[in-house]
């Protein structure tokens, strides 16, 4: 049934190519044969419904006219019409109405009614795949017309559609007609075959294989004849059904000597047979027995077994559920033994002896009293006693003598137990044939009880029936609900009945019943089949049903019906039918008269059962509807209440009767054989339609299933609705703007080196500063990379500068903008700096840097140029234009002469904002201050270069205008002076500017810069990736002429360059010019890295977090070290691993939810399983003792 | 003013619940550092065993943190002290006979000089745990000395030129680079090892988390020495000339070595290249010093110029001035710079992370020419070795006070010596994690394209050959009798575990995705919507 849901596609094509084949097998005794798969055939042998079998159809034509036919000369292979035939158009689509499918719907829908009656039967999709493969054909009904035709086309070969589909539904016609034995239809019918030249009504596959092959007569049967193997079709004559093989016929053939030999044997055949012949005619035949049903193949009885067992070990799986959870969520499982987990009382000896009478309960302290008042308290004062009593009463000799005796007895009991013990253990080969013995007696036993009673129904429905049946049996096997042994109901039983609420009670009840029923189906099985005359067998068995049957509703129905039939005069007591005996004990008069009373009697009874069973349905209404119909389940006990009533009731009438009523008791009995059980809905419907429905019935049942079911299939195709297609939501991408900051506010600008530097040197020497301090601190702003020629131009080296620096750069602008100190400041840049200054220029970059922090002392030299795209506003001693290097400010002597002199008269010309502690810093400067001084007198010699301070400032001083700067610097040095002379090792060393001007000198050649830049350019190129570049020799493979770079080329080398540009500036060192950060790929230290996040993680950065945590001793707490790095399972060393218990205390609080339980699992670091056993509450004492 | 008071109520309440919360602000410190970055977002896992495992992991994290912050509270009882200076005071004035009459007996004893003439300079080392001292004296003199008890444990007399001494993993083995090869010696001072791979050694170190000996010398190579195992892991060539200035990080294991044309170059074992190289001076390099956190470089130049780096970014911090190029330079477990040269020692106090303006300790040779110093590690004491013998300074506020037993133990027992030095090889890290960032390690590190290709192109030709020796055997073995044994059922199962025409098949699921893929779009694309009038359907794509 899901099948064709899943791919409508498909099961509509093959449902197209069903019905085109079913077309054919329309044709009445040829159906199918030719398309039908084996399973099919297989089927149908199996129904009764053998009009419709194809093989009926085989002719007895003898072997000559076959080969006649073979070897004939054909004149003519066309089909020829006769001569009176009237074509007349029929539309295909109107070929067949919707009438014409109700009334021919079993032609149409054939395999839907089976599935249907399977369905109906409760039984799942699988089992109906099982029963019958063209479950697909289910969509027929939906499309016929134009596909069917076509089909039709197809087989029919030459013959006209319309043509055929008249075949068809003239076919059809015959069958209907059949079955009334019309003579019209029988004429019509030869006429036909007359016409078609098919022998005995060949049809159109017949037909078609005539046309097709000319020995198609010769293939016919699956088997070959025999006498095992007989043509149903010969015995058509006697049975009901035509072409069906009865008893009847079988012992019609009997003469009077034999039949009364066969005796009892026959009768029973005879009896089967009437219940055959019943079953297929008027009524269901009470004192017939039915035939065994054929048991259910192995297959589909397995089948229900295993669905059962599925079930049950579903429910018994689930209740492990939360443990499990626990279990595989627990980080830690600690396995101990679970010795000291099981308390140790397990004898109720020691449960007395633990047993403290308590103060509260008034009894057991009055008790205990009592018991101590006379000594008795303990069983040892007691034995004690008894034994001073015994011992007082003997002699000596007589109480050793008793001691003895006591002694031998005790050992004796001993070494019995022991004997039993080890018997008991002991399985011998005999004690196992004994079992299989017993095992095969009992199941020959169960093969004779089921080869009685049964009898034939809807063929569907009973084996509907049957599988259910097969599935409560194996349901009840697994759960042996009916025994009333689970220890719940033990206990409840040994609880007493007095305790037992209602609800137990009922449960209770409801298993003895299972149990009492399951005897009765035994025993009254035996009865029925044993002798149906006794009385005694049939009324215990009645008697048995007291207990009620599971069944709901149509209990009471069924009750309320046999007493209807009593009171008709009908039923089992009818004495004056021909269910009369004619011979025997019954048949003797005072029985006859006794049987008469007991069926008055019975009518009374009856009455009486009517009445309650109306007051009780009455009231059954009213609490229904009291109850809304939610509460389903207590309604149903209180039918089951009734029932059971109800079923009492039965019983009665069965018992005063002396025979079961057989609508109640009965049905589950009649349709299953030893199988069935339960006797389910579907099985009491079969019966009824049995009882009820003839031939003509179960064609009309088939006409409503059909149209059900296609109404049905409308409906859910018209439900199927197009799927319409989610919205997809564009996805707005928002383009980031990147607004870049103007430079010129903070443009930190150091000027290239000076010459004149070298003039410092002289200052330096000359105020003898020989501080010998080894370092001083170059107090520049940004970090000065000595290393890094500083062009005119290198901003990139200014902005890195200006990055690193900053800071440092306010601490100097600050220090600059100090009045006091700015010239000593400044001096002492100058002293340091004049020894690096020479020649060589090698220290531009140190010089510039440290006359930037000179800043506005105006001792640093400006840049020449500085780029800007728009003009931001004057700067004093630049002029904005546009020239050489763009547009930009330039460097103008004469206009940073006058801003120079503008900014020098201020004394803290630049020093507007900075911070106190900082002058305060600045005035610890020591070395420095003394250098300052000693070439402060040169200062205004030298020859004055300008350098530009740090951006903030903005304000550039110049060495022109800083002569006031001077005077009052010179006065703050003067100041100084007393402190600094403290500082003697601050001093220059004695040969250091000797020796620094030296080693100036001696490095002047070396480029190391140059080199490095060649070096790295080297690796760089070295380590670029290696796209490969499309290349032509010149000359080779083009015309001299034609050198020229093509296109494509050219795009390719600087698709090329691109790449290797990008694959530079993706580089770590890309904005690093003194650093070469090799790239390479480190093979070896690859095993220590991830390609990508290892599985469960679907993120890097998830997993790498994860890792954040070191795992190791140093750094973690002891506790938390042991939590991170506990092994998964925890074991003492020779405990044994237990099997997981079931505890149903662990398993409750496992499963608790709620945020607090929760919290407190999660919080658990260790999980004991102590004996296989989840300890509920245990795992934060297990800490202590692991480790 | 009735304006005015609302907001300022509501500024006190901020700041009263504020000051609540607010918790020393070095703990908060502490506790951040403890905390590692943020933690996992559970909430974008979807996976809800792995969400599971995590929490419960984030869990134990916080919990450890949390006492780890608390535990770190108890564990650093002693603060570091420094000299402070009142009114004009500067500490650079302080001379260190001042500074040893004012410090106690136990300090004071630590300040001394030890006159060895004759077979100077001498060249020194401390053990991680500062407790003894290895001397190296330049015409053949080694020594190993319990130097605070003033116990002479060893004393040998080589007879040739020793260049640099090392010691290995603790003071039971030391190594000296003498005048051709490189020698090991025991305790007892006796030699063990001559190491005759390499010759000509200028300077050692030693790599104690890797057990790794380097050396450079004349031939400009680099050797990397497994002392546990006594393989040498790699040599590399510098291609720079004669090197002997050579530190390592302590951070990242990385080697440093200061080159004569001004470079510095950092080295791994797994590179054959030098993993950085850069160039920091002028002149040539005269000496290299890392701070412990190895956050910090200082260089010194024969230009005379000093320059702190920041080694995480590599890029300079400061530039400092000497007025003659500073020979030799070490940093103090708490960051301390001493610089030195000729007869002069300077120390520098916070000159690594800010510029400093002044130095800190001023130190002057009584006699003799400087020839290296160490500070001691968890003592306030800088080690010289000059030409004249070995002298002592105290530099309070140099070493960690605080000492973890799991790092170095300055008052290990013999037992826990032995005890740390198995656990010390059973911590052992492999030469290979040697990388420049080490927190890489265990993380996802994509690799570049070619060398995934060419990895996926071995596994395949692995794969492919494993497969076909397999089925040689399988077919060598080929016998009708037996055919379903056990055993033969599992070979036979074993051999499917590659199946040569699963790429085969998966890549043309692929490809056949992909395709569906496109053509289902194509077909969105060309459809043509049901309300479009019938004149403009012309212009839709079919």
């Given at each position: 049934m899901a099948r064709p849901r899943s791919n409508n596609k498909v099961s509509k094509q093959r449902a197209g190519a069903g019905s085109g084949k079913r077309k054919l097998g329309d044709a009445p005794h040829a159906g199918g044969a030719g398309s039908r798969p084996a399973k099919q055939s297989r089927r149908e042998s199996r129904s009764k419904r053998v009009a419709q079998d194809v093989y009926e159809a085989e002719d007895s034509d003898p072997d000559e006219v076959k080969h006649s036919e073979r070897f004939d000369k054909v004149d003519n292979y066309e089909y020829e019409l006769p001569s009176d035939f009237e074509d007349e158009e029929i539309d295909e689509e109107l070929a067949f109405t919707e009438e014409d499918k109700k009334k021919f719907g079993a032609w149409f829908g054939k395999e839907v009614s089976s599935d249907e009656g399977e369905e109906g039967a409760g039984i799942g999709d699988d089992d109906g795949e099982d029963w019958d493969d063209d479950d697909e054909g289910e969509g027929a009904d939906d499309d016929d017309g134009a596909g069917e035709a076509d089909d039709d086309d197809l087989l029919l070969g030459d013959d006209d559609d319309a043509d055929g589909d008249i075949d068809g539904l003239e076919d059809e016609d015959d069958e209907g007609g059949d079955s009334d034995g019309d003579e019209d239809d029988e004429r019509h019918r030869a006429m036909l075959e007359d016409i078609l030249g098919a022998a005995d009504g060949g049809g159109g596959g017949a037909r078609k294989r005539a046309c097709r092959d000319p020995n198609a007569a010769v293939v016919s049967e699956a088997y070959p004849e025999s006498e095992y193997n007989l043509n149903p079709g010969a015995a058509s004559a006697g049975g009901a059904v035509a072409g069906t093989l009865s008893i009847a016929d079988l012992l019609q053939g009997l003469t009077g000597e034999e039949r009364r030999k066969l005796g009892a044997a026959r009768r029973l055949l005879e009896k089967v047979a009437g219940a055959g012949g019943a079953g297929a005619g008027a009524d269901g035949g009470k004192g017939a027995i039915r035939p065994v049903a054929v048991p259910l193949p192995s297959v589909v009885a397995e089948r229900q077994e295993r669905k059962a067992g599925y079930e049950a070990a579903a429910e018994d799986v689930t209740k492990w559920q939360s443990i499990v959870k626990a279990n595989r969520e627990a980080p830690t499982l600690r396995l101990v033994s679970g010795r000291n987990e099981v308390s140790r009382v397990s004898t109720t000896a020691a449960l007395v002896a633990q047993h403290v009478p308590s103060a509260d309960n008034a009894l057991e302290a009055e008790v205990a009293a009592l018991l101590e008042a006379a000594g008795a308290d303990s069983t040892k004062t007691i034995e004690e006693a008894e034994e001073q009593l015994a011992l007082k009463a003997l002699s000596l000799e007589e109480a050793k003598e008793r001691r003895e005796r006591l002694a031998k007895m005790r050992s004796l009991l001993f070494y019995h137990e022991l004997k039993a013990r080890r018997l008991k253990a002991i399985k011998s080969k005999e004690y196992h044939r004994h079992l299989a013995r017993a095992a095969k007696r009992k199941a020959t036993k169960l093969a004779a009880l089921g080869a009685e009673g049964g009898g034939e129904g809807d063929v569907d429905a009973e084996r509907a029936a049957a599988i259910e049946a097969e599935y409560q049996r194996a349901k009840e096997r697994l759960t042996q609900r009916h025994r009333n042994s689970s220890r719940w109901a033990r206990r409840a039983l040994k609880r007493g009945q007095l305790q037992v609420d209602a609800g137990t009670k009922a449960a209770l009840a409801e298993q003895l019943q299972l149990g009492q029923q399951l005897k009765r189906k035994i025993e009254g099985k035996k009865g029925s089949g044993d002798s149906d005359d006794d009385d005694s067998d049939a009324s215990t068995s009645a008697s048995d049903d007291e207990g009620g049957e599971g069944n709901g509703a149509d209990k009471p129905n069924r009750v309320r019906s046999a007493a209807l039939e009593l009171l008709a005069g009908g039923?089992?007591?009818?004495?004056?039918?021909?269910?009369?005996?004619?011979?025997?004990?019954?048949?003797?008069p005072f029985m006859k008269r006794a049987m008469e009373r007991r069926k008055l009697q019975a009518q009374q009874e009856a009455e009486q059962l009517l009445k309650e069973l109306d007051e009780q349905e009455h009231l059954r209404q009213q609490e229904d509807e009291e109850e809304d119909g939610g509460g389903g389940g207590d309604a149903a006990r209180q039918a089951a209440d009734g029932k059971g009533e109800a079923g009492g009731g039965a019983g009665l009438l069965a018992a005063l009767v002396g025979y079961g009523v057989p609508g109640a008791a009965g049905t589950a009995v009649a349709v299953g054989g030893r199988r069935k059980f339960g006797g389910g809905g579907a099985a009491a419907a079969a019966a009824a339609a049995a009882a009820n429905g003839g031939d003509d019935d179960d064609v009309s049942d088939l006409d409503s299933d059909d149209a059900e079911d296609a109404e049905a299939k409308a409906e859910r195709l018209g439900r199927r609705t197009k799927e319409s297609a989610a919205a997809v939501a564009a996805a707005a991408s928002q383009a980031a703007g990147r607004g870049k900051k103007g430079r010129k506010g903070a443009v930190a600008v150091t000027a290239p080196p000076t010459a004149a530097d070298e003039a410092d040197l002289d200052a330096a020497i000359a105020a003898g500063a020989a501080g010998r301090g080894l370092l001083v601190a170059s107090s520049d702003a940004g970090v000065d990379l000595g290393v890094v020629r500083q062009d005119g131009g290198a901003d990139d080296a200014d902005a890195e500068r200006r990055k690193s620096g900053h800071a440092a750069s306010t601490r100097a602008g600050g220090k600059a903008g100090k009045g006091k100190d700015i010239l000593g400041e400044v001096a002492a840049q100058q002293a340091s700096l004049a020894a690096g200054g020479g020649r060589a220029a090698l220290f531009e970059g140190a010089a510039g840097a440290a006359a930037a922090a000179g800043g506005a002392a105006g001792v640093g030299a400006p840049p020449k140029f500085i780029a800007a795209k728009t003009f931001g506003g004057a700067r004093s001693g630049y002029v904005f234009k546009k020239g050489a290097q763009g547009l930009g400010y330039y460097w103008d002597a004469k206009a940073a002469a006058a801003a120079g002199q503008l900014a020098g008269a201020g004394p803290g010309a630049g020093g507007a904002g900075k911070d106190k502690s900082q002058q305060q810093q600045q005035r610890k400067d020591d070395g420095v201050k003394i250098a300052g001084t000693t070439t402060q007198k040169q200062q205004p010699q030298q020859q004055q270069q300008s350098k530009k301070g740090k951006q903030q400032q903005q304000a550039e001083a110049v060495a022109n205008g800083a002569a006031a700067a001077t005077a009052a610097a010179a006065a703050a040095g003067a100041g100084d002076d007393d402190e600094e002379e403290d500082a003697p090792m601050m001093r220059p060393a004695d040969t250091g500017a000797g020796q620094r001007d030296l080693i100036r000198q001696a490095f002047a050649g070396d480029d190391v810069e140059a080199e490095f830049a060649e070096e790295k350019a080297a690796a760089v190129a070295a380590e670029l990736p290696n796209v490969e570049e499309p290349s032509a020799l010149p000359g080779w493979g083009a015309w001299a002429a034609q050198q020229r770079n093509p296109r494509w080329m050219q795009a390719a080398k600087d698709k090329a360059a691109k790449i290797r540009a990008d694959a530079a500036a993706g580089r770590k060192d890309a904005n690093l010019k003194y650093v070469v950060v090799s790239e390479k790929w480190d093979k070896k230290a690859a095993k220590y890295t991830a390609p990508t996040a290892p599985f469960p993680f679907t993120n890097q950065e998830t997993y790498e977090r994860s890792l954040r945590q070191p795992l190791g001793r140093d750094f973690n707490p002891d506790a938390a070290f042991r939590d991170l790095t506990r092994p998964a399972v925890l074991k003492q060393s020779g405990v044994t691993i237990a099997p997981l218990r079931y505890s149903e205390p662990a398993a409750k609080q496992l499963g608790k939810r709620g945020r607090k339980a929760e919290a407190e699992r999660e919080g658990r670091r260790v999980m004991t399983v102590a004996g296989g056993m989840v300890r509920a509450g245990g795992g934060g004492g297990g800490k202590k003792k692991q480790q | 003013m009735a304006e005015d008071e609302p907001p300022r109520q509501a500024g006190e309440g901020k700041t009263s619940k504020k000051r609540k919360k607010v918790r020393d602000p070095e703990a908060e410190e502490t506790a951040k550092r403890l905390k590692r970055g943020p933690a996992v977002d559970l909430k974008s896992i979807t996976d809800k065993k792995l969400k599971g495992k995590l929490k419960r992991t984030e869990a134990v994290f916080a919990s450890s943190q949390k006492k780890a912050a608390q535990i770190n509270e108890w564990l650093l009882p002693a603060s570091a002290g420094t000299l402070e200076a009142e009114g004009i005071e500067r500490t650079w004035n302080f001379k260190q006979e001042a500074i040893v009459q004012a410090v106690d007996v136990s300090a004071a004893a630590k300040a001394f000089d030890l006159s060895l003439p004759e077979l100077g300079p001498y060249n020194l080392t401390f053990t991680r745990n500062g407790r003894y001292m290895l001397l190296g004296g330049r015409l053949g003199h080694l020594a190993l000395m319990d130097w605070q008890r003033s116990h002479l444990v060893c004393e040998v007399q080589v007879k040739e030129a020793v260049r640099d001494v090392a010691f290995l993993h603790n003071e039971t083995f030391f190594a000296a680079a003498q005048k051709k090869y490189v020698y090991i010696y025991d305790k007892r001072g006796l030699e063990v090892h001559c190491l005759r791979d390499y010759t000509d050694v200028h300077a050692l170190d030693f790599l104690p988390h890797h057990f790794l000996l380097t050396s450079i010398g004349e031939h400009g190579v680099l050797r990397y020495q497994d002392t546990s195992t006594g393989h040498i892991v790699a040599q590399h060539k510098t291609k720079l000339g004669p090197c002997d200035v050579m530190r390592h990080n302590p951070h990242n294991g990385v080697t440093l070595l200061g080159h004569s044309r001004g470079c510095v170059t950092m080295w791994t074992p797994n590179l054959t290249t030098a993993a950085v190289k850069m160039l920091c001076h002028k002149g040539p390099v005269k000496a290299l010093a890392l701070d412990p956190s190895g956050t910090y470089l200082a260089t010194a130049g024969v230009d005379s110029q000093i320059k702190v780096w920041d080694v995480r970014m590599l890029r300079p911090l400061h530039a400092y001035y000497s007025h003659a190029p500073v020979t030799h330079m070490d940093i103090s477990q708490r960051g301390l710079l001493a610089v030195g040269y000729g007869r002069k020692v300077q120390v520098w106090q916070d000159a690594l992370r800010s510029k400093a303006q002044s130095p800190y300790l001023t130190h002057h040779l009584p006699e003799g020419v400087l020839e290296t110093f160490r500070f001691c590690p968890f003592e306030d004491v800088l080690g010289i070795g000059h030409s004249a013998g070995i002298s002592t300074m105290l530099v309070p506020g140099a070493g960690e006070p605080n000492f973890d037993t799991f790092v170095a133990n300055p008052f290990q027992t013999v037992k826990q010596r032995q005890q740390q030095e198995v656990v010390a090889l059973l911590d052992k890290l492999q030469p290979d994690t040697i990388v420049l960032d080490p927190d890489t390690i265990g993380r996802v590190r994509k690799e570049p394209a070619d060398v995934a290709r060419e990895r996926r192109s071995e596994e395949t030709a692995a794969n492919a050959a494993r497969l076909a020796a397999m089925r040689r055997e399988a077919e060598a073995k080929a016998k009708m009798k037996g055919k379903n044994k056990p055993s033969r059922r599992h070979r036979k199962k074993q051999s499917n575990i590659i199946e040569d025409r699963k790429p085969t098949i998966k890549e043309r699921q692929k490809e056949e995705a992909t395709r569906k893929k496109e053509a289902a779009q194509k077909k969105a694309e060309t459809a043509i919507p049901e309300d479009a009038p019938r004149a403009v359907r012309r212009f839709y794509k079919q």
């Open positions: 039923g089992p007591l009818d004495l004056d039918g021909e269910n009369a005996p004619k011979k025997g004990l019954l048949a003797l | -």
